[in-house]
């Protein structure tokens, strides 16, 4: 099913004349219509509620969108009582929408966000050691409930990558400097699915590689380069309904997320999912010393000075050591549908 979200807009009118009204919400619908892109195949609007102040009285809103043809949806006007202090002669529309991932609100002629809490989009943070299965289960609930996954680890990764690409040691913090100001990691979600580039390329199977998992945690304990994929990731997070796995989404990157996860699992258990992983990939590797590099990352993301892997306060903890996929998911989706219900 396309998913469904709510566009909201708002504006104001000089007078309280049919033309001035009717100019103001041609204008505000038209703005909401071109930047989401109304107009395209497989973005629909569904329905369109527009309310008025009641000190505007000449037209009804609706009325002017309706007979201007911009959006083919039913249409419904209604006013509002006098409210206190609240912004005069001003017009907010609401418009249900399916099939589009990044909505964007519009406030036009000095109208405002009422609700800032309700524009934001929807985040699930979900954070944890390496191999307890964050990944995977953020892709698949992500699918399910039709929301984009954002893998930040795979960001370090690419970073990682680079460092080494270009001979940088962990101690060169000039070098590092100098190479972070002219490294370029950029996503971009093909389907939904995220692709990684780093300086234009696809680094995506290069990064899932073993070596690059030692560079990525090495690197990401450096502030620099923290502050630099920290702001993007929020930038992303802020223009769709994402899920982001990580070490510090509930505490750093998106600490008031409304649905926050730590997921663990046992060492063993993390080590055997790891080394499956990678032996079905083809590389070469022992369970031990698979184990042994996954306990001394876990050990560095954790005790690192800045943003470490940590528990946030309000995450709730899920130990799938002896927990399918499906459980887990099963689990999360429970409290996310919860959280979604007071967010909405
Ligand atoms: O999730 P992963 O194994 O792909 O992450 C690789 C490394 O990147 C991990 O050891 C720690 C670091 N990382 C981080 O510090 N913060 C994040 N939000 C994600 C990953």
Known sequence: MDKISVIRGATTVKSDTAVDISESVKELVSEIVAKNGLNEKGRQPIFCIISSTSDITALYPARAVRESDILNCPLFSCLEPPIKDSLPMCIRVMIQVSGINEIKHVYLRGAKVLRPDLCRPFSVAVDGPSGAGKSTIAKLLAKRLNMTYLDTGAMYRAIGLKMHNCGISLDDETGILKVLDNTDVSVEFENDVQKVYLDGVDVGKEIRKHYVSKLASDFSAIAVVRKKLVDMQRKIASRRDCILDG??????????????????????????????????????????????????????????????????????????????????????????????????
């Open 247 to 344: 070490r510090d989404i509930g505490t750093k990157v998106l600490p008031d997320s409304p649905a926050k996860f730590f997921l663990t699992a046992s060492v063993d258990v993390r080590a055997k999912r790891r080394f499956d992983e990678l032996t079905a990939k083809g590389e070469k590797c022992d369970f031990e010393t698979v184990k042994k590099d996954m306990q001394s990352r876990d050990y560095n993301d954790s005790h690192r000075k800045v943003d470490p892997l940590k528990k946030a306060a309000d995450a709730i903890e899920i130990d799938s050591s002896d927990m399918d996929i499906e459980q887990v998911i099963e689990r999360m989706t429970e409290e996310i549908d919860k959280k979604r219900r007071c967010f909405q």
